[in-house]
């Protein structure tokens, strides 16, 4: 069974404090995502990266941060948490090949708030 | 820039009747579409992808179709049953880089 794993369901911050946000994947996918949803807004594209050490940058990357040390191992940081971050963070693995469509599979979600 | 809209407003159907929700997308020609169920505080689970050359695609209950000169894909439940009840989104694939864009969604309520 296929899983993608976050380091915590629930997350509360104070504002100004480093937030590091960790997912995990056992599917051996080269591509990682980490996106944001909220209401109204449905889901942003924070950052990608499609192999270890590359990323590129998504929709919304300011005030984000990632890094990607091990293939199965893809983590969002947020270098000075501001309330306007408050938000269901989830992250998702796929394959790249078109073999595959695309599919992607997500994790649980974080649900963060900064204070 | 891209766009998708999916209807905002939450779709209250009937058990047994057929749910059909609506995604239409401006300024892009995807090469595939993609549709997944969100239940509430969890992630997305993908559902069904549909390419350009495809008209239909049906899985059990479930039904696609992708119209690429109308910009549009209906996504149908037929036999709707209250455990289909969820949030429903569809996205475009980006060309071949396996990023998406996805639709605000649509949320399904099925009364029994």
């Known amino acids: 069974d296929v899983k993608v794993t976050q380091s915590s369901r629930y997350l509360v911050k104070r504002t100004g404090e480093k937030v590091f946000l960790e997912c995990v994947q056992d599917m051996d996918h080269e591509n990682m995502f980490w996106y944001r949803q909220d209401p109204g807004l449905g889901l942003r594209l924070i950052y990608f990266?499609?192999?270890?050490?590359?990323?590129e940058k998504g929709d919304i990357p300011e005030g984000y941060s990632v890094s990607r040390e091990k293939k199965e191992r893809f983590s969002l940081i947020l270098e000075s948490a501001s309330t306007n971050q408050t938000s269901m963070y989830l992250c998702?693995?796929?394959?790249?090949?078109?073999?595959?469509?695309?599919?992607?599979?997500f994790g649980p979600g974080t649900r963060l708030t900064v204070t | 820039s891209q766009k998708i809209e999916q209807n905002s407003e939450a779709l209250n159907i009937q058990e047994g009747k057929t749910a059909t929700l609506t995604c239409n997308y401006t300024n892009y020609s995807p090469a595939y579409l993609q549709w997944y169920r969100q239940d509430p505080g969890r992630g997305p689970v993908f559902l069904l992808l549909?390419?350009?050359?495809?008209k239909e695609k049906r899985k059990e209950r479930l039904k696609v179709t992708f119209d690429t000169t109308l910009k549009q894909s209906l996504f149908h439940i037929t036999a709707s049953q209250p455990a289909d009840s969820a949030t429903y989104l569809c996205?475009?694939?980006?060309?071949?880089?396996?990023?998406?864009?996805f639709g605000q969604g649509t949320t399904l309520q099925v009364k029994p």
């Open positions: 998702a693995s796929s394959s790249p090949s078109s073999a595959s469509s695309y599919e992607q599979y």
């Open positions: 996205a475009l694939v980006r060309g071949n880089t396996g990023k998406l864009i």
């Open positions: 549909i390419r350009e050359n495809e």
């Open positions: 990266s499609y192999d270890v050490k590359m990323k």
